[in-house]
């Protein structure tokens, strides 16, 4: 249980880095826009899956008990 309340919080961590790639173009080194908007747009879809994968595992476990 603790570890699918883990992986929302890592889903939004995602969500926000992406952003923040995007809007600054910065992931350790300086990236040009396309890059920036390709990479930021991949962590932000990671993160929202990430995050729907675990509330529906969340729901289920509820539903169980």
Same mark, same amino acid.
């Given at each position: 249980?603790?570890?699918?309340?883990?992986?929302? +919080? &890592?889903?939004?961590?995602?969500?926000? #880095?992406?952003?923040?790639? /995007?809007?600054?173009?910065?992931f350790? =080194? $300086?990236?040009?826009?396309n +890059? &920036?908007?390709?990479?930021?747009?991949? #962590?932000?879809?990671?993160? /929202?899956?990430?995050m729907?994968?675990? =509330? $529906?595992?969340?729901k289920?476990?509820?539903?169980?008990?």
């Amino acid at each position: 249980m603790i570890f699918n309340w883990l992986s929302v +919080v &890592a889903g939004l961590f995602y969500v926000v #880095l992406g952003i923040v790639v /995007i809007i600054y173009k910065f992931f350790v =080194i $300086y990236l040009e826009p396309n +890059v &920036a908007y390709s990479l930021g747009g991949l #962590l932000v879809t990671y993160g /929202i899956f990430r995050m729907v994968r675990a =509330i $529906y595992k969340i729901k289920e476990q509820r539903d169980e008990e």
